[in-house]
C-alpha cells in the first residue's frame, strides 16, 4: 500500500503548481486584529487603502469595478474594454469613436468594423444592392450587382464578349449582345453578307468563304502556273498566274513558248526532251576503228552522240586504228599520221648513222644521217675519237705513245698497260708514303720512287731521322719515344695516388708510367691525404709532411671553452684551440654565469635571483619552474582569468592569486558573498553581499561565495544560469537553513536549500559547498477521498476531505531545471515520513516525501563528486528522480541514507546513470537499501560499490538494487557486499550483470529474478575499509593490494594508466578522483 500511494502523491506533486490567490496567509501574522479592521491581512499602515472592504488592499488583484483594488491610486486600471460609437445603430461601431469602460455604454459596441457609421445600410456582411452605396463595406460601391453589358467599339451594335461590365445602367458605347467577332470594324457582324475582302463579315468563323478566284503557283516566274499549286483569292496574289501549263515551275526557261536546247530539259512542254529538231543538235561521223577520228563519208544530226560516232571527220583509214591525223609515223610500211607519205625521215623510230672513213666500224660522230635504213660507208656507232686511224676507237687499249688509244679523252693515263708506280713524299723529305701511290707514264710532282716514310705528314719523321719525346716514332723504327730518346724524362712512384712521387722508386722514359709522378717529395706514398700539399687535421698523423703530427693548426681543431662549474657549459670569454680536448674545458661556450652550476642554457628558471635558462632575463614572469600560478585579471575586478595564466615569482601586475572570474571583461562579475559581508554591499570583493541568494539576485554570470557559514534556504535562481562557487571548497562553505521539524502541522518549517523550479531548462553550475538540514518543497493539494482511518463513525465508502502534502528535495528541489552539481555535500535533510492523519472527523492529511538531499524532477540535472550522506526521505534517501528525467551521478558517494523505498537512491519514470560511485551504509525499511527503481526508465550502474545496504527484514526484497517490471538495470564492472539473508539485486524488469564481483556473507545470494549475467565472480571483501559509522570522510573504497577485482573489469574499458579497467568506484577511465 505505501509504494501505490507514493505513486499517486508523486503524480500530484508533479501536476498541481502553487496555488497563491494574491491574498496573504493571515493565520499567523494578523489572528484577524490589530489595526486590520476588514481582516484581509494589511492594515492601513501597510498600504490598506479601505479598511471596510476586505477585498480592497495592496495585494488584491485590480477588477473593473469602479474601486481601487490593490489600493495603487488608480481606479480599474489596466482592466477595462474598447468600446466603440454605432451611431447608425447597425451593431458595427466606428474605429475613430472609441471609449474605455468596465460594460459597453449605450450607443456603444465591442467592434470597430462599420465603414460608414452615418449610413445603417452599409456594414460588414450586408448585401450589395444597385444604390450608389458601398453595402457591404468592401470598398466598392453597386459592385456585383445589375445587368451585364459588353464593349460596342465599332458601333455596329453587338458587343465583344471579352469587354463585359456589370452596371446597374447601360453605359456609354455598351450594348446587351455579346456576339461581335471583331469589334474594331463595322464591316464584321452576325448575319452580314460575306465579301471578298480578308474579314469574316457573317462571323462565322470563316473568311472569304465562296468568293474566290483560282490562282496557279508560279515559282519561276515565268508566266506560267503549276497546276497542282492552287490558290483561292479574291485578286491575283504575288508570284501567282491565271495560267496551268508549266511543266516545270522550279525552271524559268521551261513553259510551253520556250525554245528547245539539247540540255536534258523538255523546254518547249511538249512531252519529249532533246529532240533532234532542237536548236543545237549536231551531225555526227562513223568511227569504225574507235581511233576517235570518224569517216568523212559518214554522217547523221542528233543532240547526243549514236553508238560508233564521233563528231571528228578527218580519218584516212577507218579500218586501222593507228592511222589517223594524230598517229605517230613508223618505220613500218603505213602513212599512219594521214599525211599521204609513207616511213619518211621524220618516222619517230627512224635510225641516226655516222660516217666511218678508217672501217674500224667506229663511226665519226660529227658526220652522220637519218633514215629508217643504213646508207653505205654509214654504221650505227658514233664513238671513234679519230677517224683517220684505227688505232684509235672506244675498243683500244691505252698504251704510253702520246696518242688518245682508248678514246677516252685522255693520252698516256696511268692506267696504260706500260705505266711506272710513284708514291707521295707529301713532306717533300724525299720518303715516300707507301699507302699513297699512283701509276704514271712520267713522275708527277709531289711523288717519288721511295715508299719508306713512316710519316708523310711530318718532315722530321722519315727513316733517317732522330728520335725524341714527342709522340712520334721520329725514326721510322716502329717505337714511338723509345727510353732512348734524346730528351727521355725520370719519374716517381705515386701509390697513393695524390700527386707527391715516393723518391725512392722512380723510372726513367718518356712518358708518365701509370702510378708515377715527376715530383718526389712524399713523406708517406701509403696515405693519400698525406701530403706536403695536405691540410693538417686532428688524426695522428704528420698530414702536411711537415715533420709535426696535429699542429695548433689543424683545420678540425677545435675551440674549447673554460668551465670552471662544472655544468658542461663553456665561458665564451675564456677558450683554447686543441685537437685534443683540455682539463676544465668543453665544446659549449652558451654559459652565460660559468660561477655557478645552476646557471645554464636550457635550465630551469627559477625564484632564486639568477638568470638560470641564460635567457637575459632573471625569475622573468611565466618563465619560473617553481614559482606560483596567477591569474589575469583584465577587468581589476580582484577576480583572475582560469584560461590566462602566469607563473612568476611573485604577483605581476595585473594578475590575481584567484581564478574565480567568469567574464574577465566585466568588473561587475562574479559578484562577491561573504558571511561577515553585507546586504546593501556592492557585491565586489571589497564591498561584498552577506547572502548567496542576494549574490544571486544581483548576478549576470557568476557568484563567488567565501568560506562561511550561511543560514540560507529557497535559494532561488530564478530561472537564470549562473556559477555559484564555493571558491574554498565545501568542507568550510556551509549551508545550514536552521530549521525544526517539518511536517503538516508546522509547514512554514518545511523548504529546500536550493529552490532550482523555474521550468526553463535554466543549467546553473553549484559548486563547493557543504548542505545540511534542509527539509523539503511543500506542494499541498485538497482532494476528496475515501476516508481512510478506523473512526467507527466512518462507513466504508465514506469520503474525506484530504489534504495532500508532498514534500521533495531537503538539500535541493530541483523541476524543469538541468543544474550541475559538483564538489558538494548533502547531509542531514529530514523529511517528513509517509503519514495518514485525520485532522478532524471528516478531514485528514495525508504525507509523502521523495528525495531527502536531492529531488529531480523533469531534470537533467548532473552530479560530479557529491556526497549524499545521513539524508531521510520517505523514497529516496539520498537522491530522488523522477518525471521523466535522465539525470548522471559520476564519482558520488551514498552514506547512511535512510528511506521506506530506496535509501541511497530512489527513481520512478526516469534515467539515471552512475559511475565511480560508492552507494554504501544505506537502509529501506521496505526495498531496495542501495538502489530502488520504479514504474519504468533505465538505470546503469558502471565501475560501481555497493556495501552493506539493507532493506527491511528477510522477507523484503533487494538490499543493494530493486528494479520494478519496466525497468531495465544493468550492473558493470561493479564490487559488491552485503550481509543480508535476502538476495542483494532484485529484478521483475529487464537486467544484466556483468564483469562483477559480489559476495553475500549473509547467505542470501547475489540475485533474484531474471538476469543476463556474465563474468560475475564471488571473492569476498576486496575494498580497504567501510566501516558504516555515519563518518563517511574516513572510510576507504580502494581495492586492497591484491584483489581479485583488480585489473578484472570490462578488457573494452581502461584505466587511467591504459591497464584493463579495475571493478568497484575507482575503475575506468574517471577512476582516478
Known sequence: MIRSFLGLSLVLLLGCPS???????????????????????????????????????????????????????????????????????????????????????????????????????????????????????????????????????????????????????????????????????????????????????????????????????????????????????????????????????????????????????????????????????????????????????????????????????????????????????????????????????????????????????????SVSTVACSAPAGYVADNTDCNDGTSLANPGQL??????????????????????STWYADADSDNYGDASVSQPACTQPAGYVADATDCDDARYETNPGATEYCNGYDDDCDGVVDEADAVDSQTWYADADSDLYGNPSVSTVQCDQPAGYVTDNTDCDDTVSTTNPGGTEVCNGVDDDCNGTVDDDYATDATTWYADSDSDTYGNASVSQVDCLQPAGYVVDSTDCNDTTAAAYPGADEVCDGIDNDCDGDIDEDGGVSDGDTYYMDADSDTYGDESTTIEACSLPSGYVENYYDCDDTDPSEPVAVDDSGSPSGAGTSADPLDTIQAGIDLADSCVVVTEGHYNEYDIDFGGKTLDVWGVDGRDVTTIDPGLTVCDYTNPTDCHPVFLLNSGTGAAPTIHGFWVTGGTGYLTETTTTETCADSDPSHASADTCTVTQDDFCGGGAYVSGDDPQFSDMVFEAGDLPEFAQEPTGSWSQAWVSSAGGGVCALNSAATFDNVVFSSNFADSGGGLYVGASSTVE?????????????????????????????????????????????????????????????TSGTATTNGSQTYSGS??????????????????????????????????????????SGTWSAMSVTSSGSQYTNISCDGNWQNDDASLVAGAASINAGDPSILDADGSRSDLGAYGGPEGTW
Open 19 to 365: 496555488s497563491d490567490t494574491g491574498t496573504k496567509d493571515t493565520s499567523v501574522v494578523n489572528g484577524g486584529g490589530g489595526g486590520d479592521e476588514d481582516g484581509d491581512g494589511y492594515k492601513p499602515t501597510e498600504g490598506d487603502c479601505d479598511e471596510t472592504n476586505p477585498d480592497i488592499n495592496p495585494g488584491a488583484p485590480e477588477i473593473c469595478d469602479g474601486l481601487d483594488n490593490n489600493c495603487d491610486g488608480i481606479i480599474d486600471e489596466g482592466v477595462m474594454g474598447t468600446f466603440y460609437a454605432d451611431a447608425d445603430g447597425d451593431g458595427f461601431g466606428d474605429l475613430d469613436v472609441p471609449m474605455e469602460a468596465c460594460e459597453a455604454p449605450a450607443g456603444y459596441v465591442t467592434n470597430s468594423e462599420d465603414c460608414d457609421d452615418a449610413q445603417a445600410l452599409s456594414f460588414p456582411g450586408n448585401v450589395e444592392v444597385c444604390d450608389e452605396i458601398d453595402n457591404d463595406c468592401d470598398g466598392v460601391i453597386d459592385n456585383g450587382v445589375g445587368d451585364v453589358y459588353y464593349a460596342d467599339g465599332d458601333e455596329d451594335g453587338y458587343g465583344d464578349a471579352g469587354a463585359p461590365q456589370q452596371a446597374c445602367s447601360q453605359p456609354a458605347g455598351m450594348v446587351l449582345d455579346n456576339t461581335d467577332c471583331d469589334d474594331t470594324t463595322n464591316k464584321a457582324f452576325p448575319g452580314n453578307t460575306e465579301v471578298c475582302d480578308t474579314i469574316d463579315n457573317n462571323c462565322d468563323g470563316v473568311v472569304d468563304e465562296g468568293v474566290e478566284t483560282t490562282y496557279y503557283a508560279d515559282v519561276d516566274s515565268d508566266g506560267y502556273g503549276d497546276p497542282s499549286l492552287i490558290l483561292m483569292a479574291c485578286s491575283l496574289p504575288a508570284g501567282y498566274s491565271a495560267d496551268n501549263t508549266d511543266c516545270d515551275d522550279a525552271r524559268y526557261e521551261t513553259n510551253p513558248g520556250a525554245i528547245e536546247y539539247c540540255n536534258g530539259y523538255d523546254d518547249n512542254c511538249d512531252g519529249v526532251i532533246d529532240e533532234d529538231t532542237a536548236d543545237d543538235a549536231m551531225t555526227w561521223y562513223a568511227d569504225n576503228d574507235t581511233d576517235g577520228y570518224g569517216d568523212p563519208s559518214t554522217g547523221v544530226v542528233s543532240c547526243s552522240a549514236p553508238p560508233g560516232y564521233v563528231s571528228d571527220n578527218t580519218d584516212c583509214d577507218d579500218t586501222r586504228a593507228r592511222s589517223n591525223p594524230a598517229g605517230i609515223e613508223l618505220c613500218n610500211g603505213y602513212d599512219d599520221n594521214c599525211d599521204g607519205t609513207v616511213d619518211e625521215a621524220t618516222a619517230v623510230d627512224a635510225s641516226t648513222w655516222y660516217y666511218d672513213a678508217d672501217s674500224d666500224a667506229y663511226g665519226n660522230p
Open 398 to 419: 691505252e698504251v704510253c705513245d702520246g696518242i688518245d688509244n682508248d678514246c677516252d679523252g685522255t693520252s698516256d693515263e696511268p692506267d696504260a698497260i706500260d705505266a
Open 889 to 949: 551521478v559520476v564519482h558520488g558517494w551514498f552514506d547512511d541514507n535512510s528511506a521506506s523505498d530506496g535509501g541511497g537512491i530512489a527513481t520512478d519514470t526516469s534515467d539515471l546513470n552512475v559511475s565511480n560511485t560508492v552507494i554504501a551504509c544505506n537502509s529501506a525499511t521496505v526495498d531496495g537499501g542501495g538502489s530502488f527503481s520504479d514504474t519504468s526508465g533505465s538505470v546503469n550502474f558502471t565501475n560501481i560499490l555497493f556495501a552493506m545496504n
Open 966 to 1007: 519496466s525497468v531495465t538495470l544493468m550492473l558493470w564492472n561493479m564490487v559488491a557486499q552485503a550481509n543480508t539473508t535476502s538476495p542483494m539485486f532484485y529484478n521483475l524488469g529487464t537486467a544484466s550483470i556483468g564483469y562483477a564481483d559480489s559476495y553475500n556473507a549473509g547467505g542470501g545470494g547475489t540475485t
